[in-house]
Every structure is written in structure tokens, then in C-alpha cells.
């Protein structure tokens, strides 16, 4: 299993241009997520999906969207792109077992500067 | 906003140390607590899911308890190894949600 995947690993974006950042998990999990994280702060919840069709916002959703058509991709889009999307993005995956203790695997994240 | 904070923010240690480090959370509406660790340029991986009070739970040479009354949990490393340098994250679970502190930064010194 290649686990949860990430590209591109690094984009530097223009003010106002657009752009998807691709995630995609091949563990059939049902959960996924994506995160933000900015020097000296925690990881910040943009979006998350429980399921196929299903999306809700997270802690920082403004400036985003997303989409969840099959189990495995979840993509995030940047439709206008600002200096405050400056971050690293991490997309996560899990599987709900009954007991409802799960686990999230990250990717290995996305560089994204906005100049 | 349910605010998770991690004391202390860096720690520094000789190898063969103990230390341990600390997680706070509001204890209301509590679901879980997730340990995880993160190596510079890597990605985060999980250490321990923990969900009821007094939970203990032990990977090795890294435990974890829990106190969901009082809002906080500790991580402890026993005889602490240039490997375990990384920084340690944990998250609150809300409902489908996770709320994540900013980690406590661990250096080993060989």
C-alpha cells in the first residue's frame, strides 16, 4: 500500500491564480482530511470527509473547497489564491472501526507559498 | 474553539534520560485523545488512541495516561534514545474533528 499521497510536494502560486492540491489514499478508509499548519501553530482543520458525497468544514475553511466523488481522492482547490494560504497542507485518512478509536494516516504534505 | 496546549513547547535531554510532557484539554464532551509523533520532513504517525479515563497505554519505551476529568494527559519516555528526537503532538477528538496542540519538541543529545 502506498498509504495517503500528496502532490505536488512544493507550488509557489501568484495572488489571485487557482489551484488543486491532490490527495489520495489507497487503505479504503472512509475519513479524510485536510490540514493546514503555520510556524508555531498546530495543525488546523480546512475540510474533512466522511464518506463519499460527504463534506464539512473544519476550523479554517475560508479561501477553500473541496470535493469527495470516490472513496480515494479527496482534493482540495485554492480558487483564489492569497499570501495568507501560505502553509504547508497535510491531507489524513482513517478507518472508523465500531469501537470509534481511529487512527488518521498523514501524507507527506504540501509546500505552498503564494508570492 | 477547543483549545489543546502542550507544555513545555522544547525540551532538551541527555540519552538514557526519563522526561515526560504534557497535553491539556477542555474536559467537556471529551471523545478521544491522540498521541502522535513527528519527525522533521516526515509525516505525522500515530503513537496511542485514548479515549477513557485513567487510560494507560505503552508502545515500548513511550506510555501515556490519561485523565479526562481534569483535562490532560502526560507522555512519558524512559531511558530517552537520539532516535526518539522528534516533536510530539496530540489532539483532542471532538465528534469528527481533531483540535491539535503545537507539540512539544524533543532533542536527545547523544
Known amino acids: ?115 | 474553539i477547543l483549545n489543546v496546549e502542550q507544555s513545555p513547547q522544547s525540551l532538551h535531554v541527555q540519552e538514557g534520560d526519563s522526561t515526560n510532557f504534557t497535553c491539556s484539554f477542555p474536559s467537556s464532551n471529551f471523545y478521544a485523545l491522540h498521541w502522535y509523533r513527528w519527525e522533521t520532513a516526515k509525516s505525522p504517525e500515530a503513537l496511542f488512541v485514548m479515549t477513557l479515563n485513567g487510560d494507560e497505554k505503552k508502545k515500548g519505551r513511550i506510555s501515556a495516561t490519561l485523565n479526562t476529568k481534569e483535562g490532560y494527559s502526560y507522555l512519558y519516555i524512559k531511558g530517552s534514545q537520539p532516535e526518539d528526537s522528534a516533536t510530539y503532538l496530540c489532539a483532542r477528538r471532538k465528534s469528527n474533528q481533531f483540535y491539535f496542540g503545537t507539540g512539544t519538541s524533543l532533542t536527545v543529545i547523544p
Open chain 1, 1 to 115: 500500500n502506498a498509504g495517503v499521497t500528496q502532490t505536488p510536494k512544493f507550488r509557489i502560486l501568484k495572488i489571485g491564480q487557482s489551484m488543486t492540491l491532490q490527495c489520495t489514499q489507497d487503505m479504503n478508509h472512509n475519513y479524510m482530511y485536510w490540514y493546514r499548519q503555520d510556524p508555531g501553530m498546530g495543525l488546523k482543520l480546512i475540510y474533512y470527509s466522511v464518506g463519499a458525497g460527504i463534506t464539512d468544514k473544519g476550523e479554517v475553511p475560508n479561501g477553500y473547497n473541496v470535493s469527495r466523488s470516490t472513496t480515494e481522492d479527496f482534493p482540495l482547490r485554492l480558487e483564489l489564491a492569497a499570501p495568507s494560504q501560505t502553509s504547508v497542507y497535510f491531507c489524513a485518512s482513517s478507518y472508523r472501526p465500531m469501537s470509534g478509536t481511529y487512527e488518521q494516516y498523514f501524507g507527506p504534505g504540501t509546500r505552498l507559498t503564494v508570492t
